[in-house]
């Protein structure tokens, strides 16, 4: 079975500070990995995701991840925080079976605060 | 959230009483989701669908059904047996088979609460 693992409940920063958001994932086979933002009462935006190549993947907003397989990691980061940067952040990840769609698996979210 | 619509955006549901949560894509994808979201549990797949007329359970589907007689269409049925409906209900969808199928694309969601 496959999990997704966000440590912090909730990340506090100062705006224009850098930011990074965790996740870690456990999945057989190689994973597909996505980063999502929520705001209050809407769906989820996709940010970004890692399918193969670069371990370093740049999204939407300026948001870039890393992504690290000896330490399953998929950490979502931006240079300079913004005030309008704060949301509910989501890690997901998909086992890739070669098989068609199927869902994904989230992580419980994570709070980002950006602070004025 | 464009491009997937769900309706309506409140819905209320009275005991014992079965309601449907509608969800229509106009983004040509094959396949569609449903999840549920609760406080502070992430998002967990309830029901998806790779093509018309066939769909599969996911993690938490009892006391759901759904159909796809559509391609653009995928409703959640929330039955009397599901005893905690109450949660916010995303519907999603991706790309057509072998075209970048893995990201999923979400509507803006449904907040189901009990009377």
């Known amino acids: 079975a496959q999990s997704v693992a966000q440590p912090e409940d909730q990340v506090n920063v100062a705006e224009g500070n850098p930011l990074t958001v965790k996740c870690t994932y456990s999945v057989s086979g190689n994973p597909y990995l996505f980063w999502y933002v929520q705001y209050p009462n809407r769906g989820l935006q996709f940010l970004l995701k890692?399918?193969?190549?670069?371990?370093l993947v740049k999204g939407s907003y300026g948001f870039e991840a890393e992504f690290n397989k000896s330490q399953t990691s998929f950490h979502l980061k931006k240079p300079s925080a913004l005030v309008s940067d704060s949301a509910l952040y989501f890690c997901?990840?998909?086992?890739?079976?070669?098989?068609?769609?199927?869902?994904?698996?989230f992580g419980k979210g994570t709070h980002l605060i950006i602070q004025p | 959230d464009g491009g997937i619509t769900q309706s309506p955006k409140y819905l209320f549901r009275k005991e014992g009483q079965n309601v449907t949560l509608s969800c229509e894509q106009n983004l040509n994808h094959d396949a569609m989701y449903w999840y549920r979201q609760d406080p502070g549990q992430g998002l967990r797949l309830i029901y998806y669908?790779?093509?018309?007329?066939?769909?599969q359970k996911g993690d938490i589907a009892e006391g759901y059904s759904v159909s796809r007689e559509k391609k653009e269409s995928f409703p959640l049925t929330v039955t009397s047996a599901q005893k905690n409906p109450t949660a916010f209900y995303l519907c999603a969808s991706s790309s057509p088979l072998g075209q970048g199928q893995e990201t999923q694309y979400f509507g803006p969601g449904t907040r189901l609460l009990v009377l």
């Open positions: 669908s790779q093509i018309v007329n066939d769909f």
């Open positions: 997901a990840v998909r086992g890739y079976s070669g098989g068609g769609a199927d869902g994904l698996t």
């Open positions: 890692y399918i193969t190549g670069d371990n």
